[in-house]
């Protein structure tokens, strides 16, 4: 069984910064990737930043402006939102791919935290 908990999610006014954090716990060998996904209000989930290996991604609406880190003596994830924009309200979910001792590739998603950014 494996774990994601997120933190670090709230509301920020337009131009501001927060940075989320994701650990992971459980019973796993290794995390191939780790990352972002997001969902907005009436919009579908959609990839925001993700780590694999030394490689980094973003979602075009993000680059210059998030970035993602991991950590992986502490199978932490975080990411780093500056100059945040009312579009960039969602529910902002962690994601890892787990190597388990059954499933070589097992993908899992956080419960989500909310990120509002209103004035």
């Known amino acids: 069984q494996v774990q994601l908990v997120e933190s670090g999610g709230g509301l920020v006014q337009p131009g501001g910064s927060l940075r989320l954090s994701c650990a992971a716990s459980?019973?796993?060998?290794?995390?191939?990737?780790m990352g972002w996904y997001r969902q907005g209000p009436g919009k579908e989930r959609e990839l925001v930043a993700i780590?694999?290996?030394?490689?980094?991604n973003y979602a075009d609406s993000v680059k210059s402006r998030f970035t993602i880190s991991r950590d992986n003596a502490k199978n932490t994830v975080y990411l780093e939102m500056n100059s945040l924009k009312p579009d960039d309200t969602a529910v902002y979910y962690c994601?890892?791919?787990?190597?388990?001792?059954?499933?070589?590739?097992?993908?899992?998603w956080g419960q989500g935290t909310q990120v509002t950014v209103s004035s």
């Open positions: 994601y890892a791919q787990f190597r388990t001792r059954s499933r070589p590739t097992y993908d899992y």
């Open positions: 459980g019973s796993f060998f290794s995390i191939n990737a």
């Open positions: 780590i694999i290996g030394g490689n980094t």
